[in-house]
C-alpha cells in the first residue's frame, strides 16, 4: 500500500512566510554548475527563497527527487507544496518542480 502521508508533513509546523522554511534554513554556500542553473532557472520565474537562501532552494529540489524515488507523481509533489507553499503561484509549483526534475533527477522529466 502506498504511502499517502506527506514527506513534507512534518515541516507544516516550521512553514514560513516562503513556506517550508526548515528547508530553507541556514547553510553555507557551495553551489556549482548544476546548482546555479537550477537557481538562475528558478529566480527567473519568480522563486525566491527567503533572505536569499538558496541553498534551501536546492535542498527542496532533491527532496522533490527523493519523493519522486519513493512513487510520488510530480502533481502529488505540486499538490503537497501547495499545502505548505501559499506564496507560490500554483505556476510557480509546476516550475520548481519541472527544474527540480530536469536539473537533479532527469529520468523524472517529461
Not at 519523493?67 to 502529488?76: A, C, I, L, V
Request: overall charge negative; aromatic content about 6%.
Amino acid at each position: 500500500m502506498k504511502n499517502t502521508r506527506s514527506p513534507l508533513g512534518h515541516l507544516s509546523a516550521l512553514a514560513g512566510s516562503f513556506a517550508l522554511t526548515v528547508i530553507f534554513g541556514a547553510c553555507p554556500a557551495h553551489a556549482d554548475a548544476t546548482d546555479n542553473a537550477f537557481l538562475q532557472a528558478i529566480h527567473s520565474h519568480g522563486i525566491n527563497p527567503n533572505d536569499g537562501d538558496d541553498q534551501g532552494a536546492i535542498r527542496l529540489a532533491r527532496a522533490i527527487c527523493n519523493m519522486r524515488d519513493e512513487g510520488h507523481t510530480s502533481n502529488w509533489i505540486v499538490n503537497d507544496l501547495a499545502i505548505h507553499a501559499d506564496s507560490l503561484t500554483s505556476d510557480q509549483l509546476k516550475f520548481l518542480v519541472q527544474e527540480s526534475e530536469i536539473t537533479y533527477c532527469p529520468e523524472y522529466s517529461s
